[in-house]
């Protein structure tokens, strides 16, 4: 499913839309576990076990840590066990509760010089783990701008849209989301139905962890974005369209990517979206 620009600004019923930037942090500390209330859900903590097994038709998922690297159930996978009948584990979920929400009345650049004022206005504790996520949000909004792989911050989804068009070179840019389709619970078990290619030159907006809506956009390289209909094992009734993003070469990728999902340094890697991520293309 692809939309306008236009959709993007608007919002609206379209705002399901979703994407993701590689969903792997990389952190020493245990994550809090998510806010109904917080900006904390927007974080893609995710979770490994230490052994996962790799099969040909199911994705692996378990809900223990494995050294620095969390991901969570179901969501990054092997290209190669991408294909019609792959299940996903139990557990898999692509709804995210409690997201920021837009606000219009902030004009504070997001720059690290700016975290007192911002951590002050929104009555963060200045020692809490909600103001480390702020300040992280922020060094990552200034890093070097690398011209293969231009970034931006932005609270304005037009801003959003400018940065999109401007980096994929196109007026005809549209954006990709994930939709559910009814009530999504966490014993809900997915088959893949479908399997269709979008492109191969996307801009990619995930969520920062933040008090108010905020998005890291940026274009990837040697990717490769497709949309993934998932239907509910139970009644074959699609609960799921998809949006992935999968990484065509990880050679530079840590080698734990490769114990985790028991496979080769170089291979494709892929990751399913879950909400309020957008893709462009």
């Known amino acids: 499913m692809g939309y306008g620009i236009s959709s993007v600004i608007a919002g609206g019923e379209k705002n399901a839309f979703t ?18 209330n ?3 859900a927007s974080s893609y903590a995710e979770h490994w076990g ?7 038709s199911l ?19 092997l290209k190669k066990i991408l294909h019609v009948g792959t299940i996903l584990p139990e557990g898999t979920m ?3 509760a409690g997201m920021p929400k837009p606000d219009s009345s902030v004009s504070t650049p997001l720059e690290p010089k700016y975290f007192a004022t911002i951590v002050s206005r929104f009555k963060i504790p200045y020692n809490s783990m909600k103001a480390k996520q702020v300040a992280e ?13 231009p970034h931006v911050c932005t609270s304005s989804r037009k801003a959003m849209a400018r940065f999109a068009t401007t980096a994929l070179g196109s007026n005809l ?33 995930h969520p920062m962890d933040f008090p108010y809506e905020v998005f890291y956009c940026h274009r990837p390289k040697e990717v490769q974005s497709l949309r993934v209909q998932l239907n509910d094992m139970k009644n074959g009734m699609t609960h799921v369209t998809a ?15 490769f114990e985790l999902l028991g496979g080769e340094r170089g291979e494709p890697v892929c990751h399913y979206m879950p909400q309020n991520y957008i893709m462009f293309y």
């Open 19 to 36: 994407m993701a930037v590689d969903p792997v942090t990389r952190n020493d500390r245990a994550e809090p576990p998510p806010s109904q």
């Open 38 to 40: 917080g900006f904390d």
């Open 50 to 56: 230490r052994n996962p097994s790799a099969s040909a």
């Open 59 to 77: 994705v692996p998922g378990t809900q223990t840590r494995h050294w620095h690297i969390k991901v969570k159930t179901g969501m990054l996978f």
């Open 94 to 96: 692509f709804a995210r």
């Open 137 to 149: 949000t922020l060094r990552s909004c200034v890093k070097p701008i690398n011209r293969e792989e």
């Open 173 to 205: 840019t549209q954006a990709a989301f994930t939709r559910i389709h009814g009530h999504e619970s966490p014993t809900t078990r997915y088959v893949v139905e479908q399997i269709a290619q979008l492109s191969n030159h996307t801009v990619a907006c």
């Open 243 to 257: 949006t992935v993003m999968c990484h065509m070469n990880t050679s530079n990728w840590d080698k734990e990517y």
